[in-house]
Nanobody, 125 residues
Framework: QVQLVESGGGMVQAGDSLRLSCQAS????????MGWFRRAPGKKHEVVAA????????AYADSVKGRFTISRDNRRNTVYLQMNNLKPEDTAVYYC??????????????????WGQGTQVNVSS
């Protein structure tokens, strides 16, 4: 049974940094790509970043390029999202997801059925 547990969110001010973690279980972590998504109130899930199984391919949404960094530790079954220079528009619940291919996360029709509880990020101006 797939389980994804996100943590590391909080309330910060614009310009601050946070590091999110996602602990995965229930699947062979190192054989899957991982992605970070976020969902703001009243909006759909939005892909933020994705990383391939061996970290060879990494991609970001334009809105976070240069500010966010995704990484993974296959020994710890964990994917991370370092968020720097946070902006109020980054306020959302952040989730991780797994898929065979990292490019899949950027498909506008992408659907995922194993969302965890997410971690709330609030950025004040």
């Amino acid at each position: 049974q797939v389980q994804l547990v996100e943590s590391g969110g909080g309330m910060v001010q614009a310009g601050d940094s946070l590091r999110l973690s996602c602990q995965a279980s229930g699947f062979t972590f190192h054989t899957y790509a991982m992605g970070w998504f976020r969902r703001a109130p009243g909006k759909k899930h939005e892909v933020v970043a994705a990383i391939s199984r061996n970290s060879g391919n990494i991609a970001y949404a334009d809105s976070v390029k240069g500010r966010f960094t995704i990484s993974r530790d296959n020994r710890r079954n964990t994917v991370y999202l370092q968020m720097n220079n946070l902006k109020p528009e980054d306020t959302a619940v952040y989730y991780c997801a797994h898929d065979e291919w990292s490019s899949a996360f950027f498909n506008p029709q992408y659907e995922y059925t194993n969302w965890g509880q997410g971690t709330q990020v609030n950025v004040s101006s």
